[in-house]
């Protein structure tokens, strides 16, 4: 029982309780899982890294659009921060695609005397520091946190680069559009490049960079990560990144666990919730050092 | 290299399966919610 990836043989069941684990840890964080997703498919599955970005984005367009619509239902988030956002994300996305693209056709570098996949190297090299940072930053005890309901406004609200906008639904006043489009241009290379959705770097953005209160940060971001990802999934699609197949598996298994995940986040407690966040961060951490390790040796 | 249809398939299909599985998980918990309403309460034999 296999699925044909690329010219590489993914065991299906396998791919399918990939699917359900990443849903269910979806639902349960209140994240998108592709910073599960791009490298479990890439080191236990074996699948190229540029395909597993592009998949793990296409995946990423349906668990994302339920959970938008559950959020609009709700009134959550600020639609013209993320038309802000999505102004700097459609020009990263592009640009993200374009590097991985030119790293997966560049020749391998050699490392100690192994040849490695440019693409695979950088690609890995970025996850293992990118969740290294958000394992610290989530494992932290955040006695000292900002009120969930009417935080002060973050440093990133106070810069006053014009044009300056409001946000009523926030609220937060004055805010440059510049540095919010800026940070959707981030957010668009992180997603175009590394397959990340933005639910680990967008939501501590929002929240301590911005001062976002919580559920208006989750509504918010979601709404990023649905357009950021449809449009990263149609560029990579362009390039042959995407393989539909493989997404619509994942998003099968992924879509029913996510209700599960989030039936069982109620009965934990917050600071549980973000130690085992943490704690499984840096498990995909350690999943992707021990591949590059194996590389090498 | 792929067509723009692909790729517009690629964004299309998993989008609208994201919206059918929301409508149906809310259509679940409406009914069960109702199914619950509908039950008789608990007899309270506390003094």
Same mark, same amino acid.
């Given at each position: 029982?296999?699925?044909?990836?690329?010219?590489?043989?993914?065991?299906?069941?396998?791919?399918?309780?990939?699917?359900?684990?990443?849903?269910?840890?979806?639902?349960?964080?209140?994240?998108?899982?592709?910073?599960?997703?791009?490298?479990?498919?890439?080191?236990?599955?074996?699948?190229?890294?540029?395909?597993?970005?592009?998949?793990?984005?296409?995946?990423?367009?349906?668990?994302?659009?339920?959970?938008?619509?559950?959020?609009?239902?709700?009134?959550?988030?600020?639609?013209?921060?993320?038309?802000?956002?999505?102004?700097?994300?459609? #020009?990263?996305?592009?640009?993200?695609?374009?590097?991985?693209?030119?790293?997966?056709?560049?020749?391998?570098?050699?490392?100690?005397?192994?040849?490695?996949?440019?693409?695979? #190297?950088?690609?890995?090299?970025?996850?293992?520091?990118?969740?290294?940072?958000?394992?610290?930053?989530?494992?932290?005890?955040?006695?000292?946190?900002?009120?969930?309901?009417?935080?002060?406004?973050?440093?990133?609200?106070?810069?006053?680069?014009?044009?300056?906008?409001?946000?009523?639904?926030?609220?937060?006043?004055?805010?440059?559009?510049?540095?919010?489009?800026?940070?959707?241009?981030?957010?668009?290379?992180?997603?175009?490049?590394?397959?990340?959705?933005?639910?680990?770097?967008?939501?501590?953005?929002?929240?301590?960079?911005?001062?976002?209160?919580?559920?208006?940060?989750?509504?918010?971001?979601?709404?990023?990560?649905?357009?950021?990802?449809?449009?990263?999934?149609?560029?990579?699609?362009?390039?042959?990144?995407?393989?539909?197949?493989?997404?619509?598996?994942?998003?099968?298994?992924?879509?029913?666990?996510?209700?599960?995940?989030?039936?069982?986040?109620?009965?934990?407690?917050?600071?549980?919730?973000?130690?085992?966040?943490?704690?499984?961060?840096?498990?995909?951490?350690?999943?992707?050092?021990?591949?590059?390790?194996?590389?090498?040796? | 290299?792929?067509?723009?249809?692909?790729?517009?398939?690629?964004?299309?299909?998993?989008?609208?399966?994201?919206?059918?599985?929301?409508?149906?998980?809310?259509?679940?918990?409406?009914?069960?919610?109702?199914?619950?309403?509908?039950?008789?309460?608990?007899?309270?034999?506390?003094?």
């Amino acid at each position: 029982m296999t699925l044909a990836v690329d010219g590489h043989a993914v065991w299906l069941p396998g791919l399918i309780a990939l699917g359900v684990v990443v849903g269910y840890v979806a639902g349960m964080f209140g994240v998108g899982g592709g910073f599960l997703l791009t490298p479990l498919l890439t080191v236990v599955f074996r699948v190229p890294i540029e395909v597993a970005v592009g998949t793990g984005l296409c995946q990423m367009v349906g668990t994302s659009g339920g959970a938008l619509l559950r959020h609009q239902r709700l009134a959550q988030g600020e639609i013209r921060f993320d038309l802000l956002i999505v102004a700097g994300s459609l #020009l990263g996305v592009e640009l993200g695609a374009r590097a991985l693209g030119a790293l997966a056709a560049a020749p391998p570098m050699v490392v100690l005397g192994h040849e490695l996949s440019a693409a695979r #190297l950088v690609v890995e090299l970025l996850y293992i520091v990118l969740l290294l940072g958000a394992a610290l930053m989530f494992g932290r005890d955040r006695s000292a946190a900002p009120d969930p309901f009417a935080p002060p406004p973050g440093p990133l609200a106070r810069l006053r680069v014009p044009p300056l906008v409001d946000f009523p639904a926030v609220p937060l006043s004055a805010v440059s559009a510049t540095v919010v489009a800026y940070v959707g241009l981030g957010l668009g290379v992180m997603s175009g490049l590394l397959g990340l959705g933005g639910g680990i770097a967008l939501m501590p953005i929002l929240v301590y960079g911005f001062g976002f209160p919580i559920r208006q940060a989750a509504g918010t971001g979601v709404a990023a990560l649905f357009l950021t990802s449809a449009t990263g999934t149609f560029v990579h699609a362009l390039r042959g990144h995407v393989d539909l197949g493989v997404a619509m598996v994942l998003l099968v298994g992924a879509t029913v666990s996510a209700q599960l995940g989030a039936e069982a986040s109620h009965h934990l407690r917050t600071q549980t919730l973000r130690r085992l966040f943490a704690a499984l961060i840096l498990v995909t951490v350690l999943a992707v050092a021990w591949d590059l390790a194996r590389q090498v040796s | 290299m792929r067509g723009p249809l692909y790729a517009l398939v690629c964004v299309v299909v998993p989008a609208v399966w994201g919206t059918a599985m929301y409508f149906a998980f809310d259509l679940w918990e409406r009914r069960r919610r109702r199914v619950a309403a509908r039950l008789p309460r608990a007899v309270d034999y506390s003094i």
